[in-house]
């Protein structure tokens, strides 16, 4: 199960990559640019949703509606809270430290995929 839940993770960082790419490179000029927009952050938000719907089933993890929705809409704040309370005090810490690590990885990804989209390589 452990590398199904891989799977979304890198999903997003592929994701984020692509999406700093092409709103700067391609669809930078285009009708298309605002639509990429909002299409990057559901997409990234079905992916964290998928991963923590993962990472509950492995833990047995009881989820409720209501954190269902919040983990699909308010992520900052719903997992963080799912985090800590699936896993305690010191397990959540860390989960949470790991969580804003994928969150820099993610950013990079975007600025990674910016850089390449105005490298001489394009």
Same mark, same amino acid.
């Given at each position: 199960?452990?590398? !199904?839940?891989?799977?979304?993770?890198?999903? *997003?960082?592929? *994701?984020?990559?692509? &999406?700093? +790419?092409?709103?700067?490179?391609? %669809? @930078?000029?285009?009708?298309?640019?605002?639509?990429?927009?909002?299409?990057? &952050?559901?997409?990234?938000?079905?992916?964290?949703?998928? +991963?923590?719907?993962?990472?509950? !089933?492995? @833990?047995?993890? !009881?989820?409720?509606?209501?954190?269902? /929705?919040?983990?699909?809409?308010?992520? /900052? #704040? %719903?997992?963080?809270?799912?985090? #800590?309370?699936? @896993?305690?005090?010191?397990?959540?810490?860390?989960?949470?430290? *790991?969580?804003?690590?994928?969150?820099?990885?993610?950013?990079?990804?975007? @600025?990674?995929?910016? +850089?390449?989209?105005?490298?001489? *390589?394009?």
């Amino acid at each position: 199960m452990a590398k !199904k839940k891989t799977v979304p993770l890198v999903l *997003l960082l592929t *994701l984020s990559l692509l &999406a700093g +790419w092409l709103e700067y490179g391609p %669809a @930078r000029e285009s009708q298309y640019a605002a639509t990429l927009l909002m299409m990057h &952050a559901p997409m990234s938000l079905a992916l964290i949703f998928v +991963w923590f719907w993962l990472d509950a !089933k492995e @833990r047995h993890f !009881k989820t409720s509606v209501l954190l269902n /929705i919040s983990v699909s809409g308010l992520a /900052i #704040f %719903a997992l963080p809270y799912y985090l #800590f309370k699936s @896993r305690g005090g010191v397990g959540g810490s860390k989960a949470v430290f *790991l969580s804003s690590l994928m969150f820099v990885a993610t950013m990079t990804c975007y @600025r990674v995929g910016t +850089w390449l989209a105005h490298s001489p *390589l394009s």
